[in-house]
T-cell receptor
Framework: DAGVTQSPTHLIKTRGQHVTLRCSPI?????VSWYQQVLGQGPQFIFQ???????GRGNFPDRFSARQFPNYSSELNVNALLLGDSALYLC????????????FGPGTRLTVT | GENVEQHPSTLSVQEGDSAVIKCTYS??????FPWYKQELGKGPQLIID?????GEKKDQRIAVTLNKTAKHFSLHITETQPEDSAVYFC??????????????FGSGTRLSIRP
């Protein structure tokens, strides 16, 4: 079975630009969560979506938004990029809406210059 | 706020010896405690988890223990092998229907296995 897939793998953007990151969950999983991982730190929770509805939100500014599609794939959007947004963005999927048994994708490495 | 502290930040052990990583959490409502292994250039991989109604869980060379009273939980790896070298993250979650289903991660432990 395919695991969680994310695209693109790497991305370089300029300050002030906008970025869209994509995630496809494991087949049969209805929940997608997004995390930001800054180098040398643990992942930080951004959003969770279950059945196309936002079920949880971390402490991130409104420049961060996300959505989930009918096929359970998801997009993370970040507007007005700052240098501090440079990080590995991870997507995790799980069957239910809880945090249990979340499986992570390989991530998208975003560099803001 | 919710916090998970993890120690040590780096750990080097001889191949074949045991490794122990310890974590503490602050949110009393936490009831799910996963452990992740992250290799260079990859996303975190779930290696074992434990729920609050269980004190210990074992899977081959890996075991986790939970002390809810003290808000401590630990990862034990026995008979370490070179492929165990990676960064390990503990995490905690207050998962439930009415709770924001987020996982709070520790800061990670870089485990190195010496041949």
């Amino acid at each position: 079975d395919a695991g969680v897939t994310q695209s693109p793998t790497h991305l370089i953007k300029t300050r002030g630009q906008h970025v869209t990151l994509r995630c496809s969950p494991i087949s049969g999983h209805k929940s997608v969560s997004w995390y930001q991982q800054v180098l040398g730190q643990g992942p930080q929770f951004i959003f969770q979506y279950y059945e196309k509805e936002e079920r949880g939100r971390g402490n991130f500014p409104d420049r961060f938004s996300a959505r989930q599609f009918p096929n359970y794939s998801s997009e993370l959007n970040v507007n007005a990029l700052l240098l501090g947004d440079s990080a590995l963005y991870l997507c995790a999927s799980s069957r239910g809406q809880g945090a249990r048994e979340q499986y992570f994708g390989p991530g998208t490495r975003l560099t803001v210059t | 706020g919710e916090n998970v502290e993890q120690h040590p930040s780096t750990l080097s052990v001889q191949e074949g010896d045991s490794a122990v990583i310890k974590c503490t959490y602050s949110d009393s409502a936490s009831n799910y405690f996963p452990w992740y292994k992250q290799e260079l250039g990859k996303g975190p991989q779930l290696i074992i988890d434990i729920r609050s109604n269980v004190g210990e869980k074992k899977d081959q060379r890996i075991a986790v223990t939970l002390n809810k009273t003290a808000k401590h939980f630990s990862l034990h790896i026995t008979e370490t092998q070179p492929e165990d070298s990676a960064v390990y993250f503990c995490a905690a979650s207050a998962t439930g229907y009415s709770s924001a289903s987020k996982i709070i991660f520790g800061s990670g432990t870089r485990l190195s296995i010496r041949p």
